[in-house]
């Protein structure tokens, strides 16, 4: 368009064309304001991730010492001390759910990808799956308290662990299913032709092609548990001390020990509750992106 | 690919001959993928039950007027649920007003607008959001956020509307500590975002890209495009990745705990501290024995109803979409 000639021809500045060109001015305003929307809401996601990530490194890094890996956490009021108890409670809490979660979740995946598929009970299963990923963790600290914790007369690392892998499990069953069923039919097929039985060609070929994908699936269901504070609340619960071998009593674990730091009126235990903040913080963000990179390379080769 | 297949076959030569395990294992492993499956769904009826079983005593004690009862003293052990419900609800509420616009915003950059070489970078950082522990969003709120919504917006707000009708109420802070309903309401907004974001995202990626084509085709405006082409034919699907984040909002626990103020107090003003039943149940469990345990169960299992109508109701909506 040549705007300068028209420009000329008609001095009148309403039928000058606008900027725009030919296109009416509202549905060039209306183009414009979505565009920037947009953006200004993408750029405000990435600035809330950055700001909260700014304020753990500001405030956490002043209380990272030593001391923090090594001395267990201090009692109310008391100087020094670090959150070394809590950091192995937290590891062997996660370590516990997964190990717990990763039998029943591939399992159950494969029972859905595999034999169910799209049977009544597969669909029902696939059905309460979704809804499990979504419940509120909460209400699985509560169940777990009603299921273990009042039977067993205390609080308990095992109950801990139950209540992480009940959050782990839809997670994994649900990565297992989607990573099978991306395994072409045809694999199983010619496995089948050899004469193989189903469990073997599933173990030995559907497993093994899905293999990056269900990897990630752990590491994400990880990554989820890791930093899940209310179904601690009423199982590990948590405490000063190091924990008793046989996982009985309180266990000190990180996402417990932040939120009662945190909200304590002592300066000492504030720092420790950011430098485990910190800690944790990044340890799971550091697994999400492993998991997603390793998920990027399965789906180039 | 040949010469490594070639490989193999020679190494597997002097191997011992490949026998299939016995078919007693093929049954073993089928009913063992079987149980796990059905282990999912005992794990769900069993949540039900315990939270029926342990809220009975309070629902027979108090009857229906548990729910709309306001009171929850503990000292005179009598409980009502209505303060909890209609803090869950309207921090959820709030969540979604703001939510909801920015995640579809976000959805819309990242499918529409986003250079290519830019889209992983933000989809990544998007997802790290949901990544990151509520636990940490609560600090973020209480340290940082709480303070400076105190100081540039509940005060001068309060000064302006104080004495006015209705907004003079509903946005009126008798003490502007920073934390309250409105404050819950953000801060669940933020946790939202990713996921409302990630699945609209994904819905929009699924539309077919000739018809998008075809109405840039004949002259339409981005935004013509988005309005009458991809929201209607992702509509419903929207909707329900809606209310999978009302789902997640109305059960967060610990961010909510931080920054509500955990009040039992039904106030008309926003800004006013309040609880809702996850940080009620967060904050009091430990340390309740009796009938308060029963009501605090009671709670449990009305937010589990609540949550569960909501979640079946999106996964109804939202055709499967892909995980990652």
């Not at chain 1, 990435?46 to 304020?55: R, T």
């Not at chain 1, 777990?144 to 914790?149: A, F, G, N, Q």
Request: glycine share 10%.
């Amino acid at each position: 368009m040549d705007t300068a000639l028209q420009h000329r021809a008609s001095p009148e500045p309403t039928t000058a064309p606008a900027p725009w060109g030919r296109v009416r001015r509202s549905r060039h305003v209306a183009d414009r304001a979505l565009k920037i929307i947009c953006t200004l809401f993408t750029v405000l996601g990435a600035f809330v991730l950055g700001w909260i990530l700014l304020m753990l490194l500001v405030e956490g890094i002043g209380g990272l010492s030593p001391a923090v890996f090594t001395e267990t956490t201090p009692g109310p009021g008391s100087q020094g001390g670090g959150i070394a108890n809590a950091i192995v409670g937290s590891l062997i809490l996660t370590v516990l759910g997964i190990m717990v979660a990763t039998p029943v979740g591939v399992l159950a995946g494969t029972y859905l990808a595999e034999y169910g598929k799209s049977s009544k009970l597969a669909e029902i299963i696939r059905f309460v799956n979704d809804i499990l990923l979504a419940a509120p963790s909460i209400l699985i600290g509560l169940f777990v308290y009603m299921l273990m914790v009042q039977p067993m007369g205390g609080y308990s690392g095992w109950a801990g662990g139950v209540a992480l892998a009940i959050i782990a499990v839809p997670v994994i069953v649900r990565t297992t299913e989607d990573m099978l069923r991306l395994v072409p039919g045809s694999l199983r097929e010619a496995g089948a032709a050899l004469g193989a039985p189903m469990s073997t060609v599933i173990i030995k070929i559907s497993w093994k092609a899905a293999r990056a994908g269900m990897v990630t699936g752990v590491l994400l269901a990880t990554a989820r548990i890791a930093g899940e504070t209310a179904p601690l609340l009423f199982t590990a619960l948590n405490n000063n001390f190091w924990f008793n071998p046989n996982l009985m009593g309180g266990v000190a674990n990180l996402p417990v020990m932040i939120y009662q730091f945190a909200l304590s009126p002592y300066e000492n235990w504030r720092e420790l509750a950011w430098a485990g903040a910190l800690i944790i913080t990044m340890s799971i963000l550091a697994l999400s992106v492993v998991a997603r990179l390793l998920l990027r390379k399965d789906k180039v080769r | 690919m040949v010469a490594l297949s070639q490989e193999r076959l020679v190494t597997s030569a002097d191997a011992p001959a490949r026998r299939s395990p016995p078919p007693s294992f093929d049954r073993f492993f089928r009913l063992a993928s079987l149980a796990s499956a059905l282990l999912v769904l005992i794990v769900l009826l069993g949540i039900i039950g315990s939270m029926i079983y342990g809220g009975i005593p309070a629902f027979r004690e108090f009857g229906f007027g548990f729910v709309t009862s306001t009171v929850w003293n503990v000292n005179e052990d009598q409980y009502g649920a209505w303060v909890a419900i209609v803090g869950t609800l309207t921090t959820a509420l709030i969540a979604l007003v703001i939510g909801v616009p920015l995640s579809l915003g976000i959805a819309i950059f990242l499918t529409q607008l986003c250079p290519p070489w830019l889209k992983r970078p933000v989809a990544t950082t998007i997802e790290l959001l949901a990544a990151v522990p509520s636990i940490i969003y609560g600090m973020w709120g209480l340290f940082v956020f709480a303070p400076l919504f105190a100081n540039y917006v509940q005060i001068p707000v309060s000064n302006i509307v104080e004495g006015m009708p209705i907004v003079g109420t509903i946005l009126y802070a008798r003490t502007p500590s920073g934390v309250g309903i409105l404050t819950a309401g953000i801060i669940l907004a933020i946790m939202i975002i990713p996921f409302i974001a990630s699945i609209a995202r994904d819905i929009l990626d699924q539309i077919p890209s000739v018809l998008r084509e075809s109405a840039y085709g004949i002259g339409c405006t981005t935004w013509e495009v988005v309005r009458n082409v991809l929201l209607p034919q992702a509509g419903v699907s929207i909707i329900g990745a809606v209310m999978l984040g009302l789902g997640r909002a109305l059960g967060e626990t610990m961010a909510v705990t931080f920054v509500v103020g955990n009040a039992n107090r039904l106030s008309g003003s926003l800004f006013d501290p309040g609880s809702t039943i996850a940080s009620r149940i967060a904050n009091e469990f430990n340390e309740a024995i009796g009938l308060q345990l029963n009501a605090l169960m009671a709670l449990g299992c009305i937010l589990f109803l609540v949550t569960f109508t909501v979640l079946v109701l999106a996964r109804l909506l939202v055709s499967r979409v892909k995980v990652g």
